[in-house]
């Protein structure tokens, strides 16, 4: 699915690769008081095949992870609080911590 994916927005491949360094250089909190790292960005990836829309739902995300313009001291951009909200949804291991240590297990 993700050779389909990158087929249909090849764009994208750009964008994750510049999130995921984004990710290494600096890892934001979440607004549960997680961290968002690069590792926990590519499990977007489960979704995909999910839905009928969830190739354009994770293409319209990945054009809201920075905010526009603005840029850190350390030369990064900031992410949004839109895309660390979704990012928080999308991987609820905070409230679920038995869940996280058996999911992680599987790969």
Same mark, same amino acid.
């Given at each position: 699915?993700?050779?389909?994916?990158?087929?249909?927005?090849? #764009? #994208?491949?750009?964008?994750?690769?510049?999130?995921?360094?984004?990710?290494?250089?600096?890892?934001?909190?979440?607004?549960?008081?997680?961290?968002?790292?690069?590792?926990?960005?590519?499990?977007?990836?489960?979704?995909?095949?999910? @839905?009928?829309?969830?190739?354009?739902?994770?293409?319209?995300?990945?054009? @809201?992870?920075?905010?526009?313009?603005?840029?850190?001291?350390?030369?990064?951009?900031?992410?949004?609080? @839109?895309?660390?909200?979704?990012? #928080?949804?999308?991987?609820?291991?905070? #409230?679920?911590?038995?869940?996280?240590?058996?999911?992680?297990?599987?790969?």
């Amino acid at each position: 699915l993700n050779r389909r994916y990158y087929a249909n927005y090849p #764009d #994208d491949v750009r964008r994750v690769k510049r999130i995921c360094r984004a990710l290494t250089a600096r890892q934001p909190a979440l607004p549960s008081g997680g961290t968002l790292t690069a590792r926990r960005f590519l499990q977007l990836g489960m979704g995909l095949g999910s @839905s009928p829309g969830s190739f354009a739902h994770l293409h319209r995300l990945l054009g @809201s992870v920075f905010v526009d313009g603005a840029a850190r001291a350390d030369g990064w951009p900031d992410f949004s609080r @839109s895309f660390l909200r979704v990012m #928080d949804g999308a991987s609820p291991f905070d #409230d679920h911590p038995l869940y996280f240590l058996l999911h992680e297990a599987i790969y």
